[in-house]
């Protein structure tokens, strides 16, 4: 089970930490990502990163401005969200990827998905 936290509303500019808690199965091996869904609009990656942490990638338009990361230890991988912006405004999903040995873009190869948590960017 993933479990997706800290969403809310913030103004333009502002930084919100998201987290995603696992429970069950083994957090560790896993590929983690971050899709996001606007209103109106089809679910985009977001982020992913790799078992260790050590390797990341980052929707192009959002790199720089976004940090993923974890802590196997708490079963738990972060998405730290800096400069937001309105366009921002989103249902963030955390995804398990339980196969593959590379990261990906791709949404179909995630296996198991969390419920969402909705950010609100104000301008």
Do not use: H
């Amino acid at each position: 089970q993933l479990q997706a936290s800290g969403g809310g509303l913030v103004q333009t500019g502002g930084s919100l930490r998201l987290s995603c808690a696992a429970s069950g199965g083994t957090f560790s091996s896993y590929i983690m990502g971050w899709f996001r869904q606007a209103p109106g609009k089809v679910r985009e990656f977001v982020a992913c990163i790799d078992w260790r942490g050590s390797s990341a990638i980052y929707a192009d338009a959002l790199q720089g401005r976004f940090i993923i990361s974890r802590d196997n230890a708490k079963s738990t991988v972060y998405l730290q969200m800096n400069s937001l912006k309105p366009e921002d405004t989103a249902v963030y999903y955390c995804a398990a990827d339980m196969s593959s040995d590379f990261l990906s873009r791709t949404e179909r190869r995630y296996d198991f998905w969390g419920q969402g948590t909705l950010v609100t960017v104000s301008s």
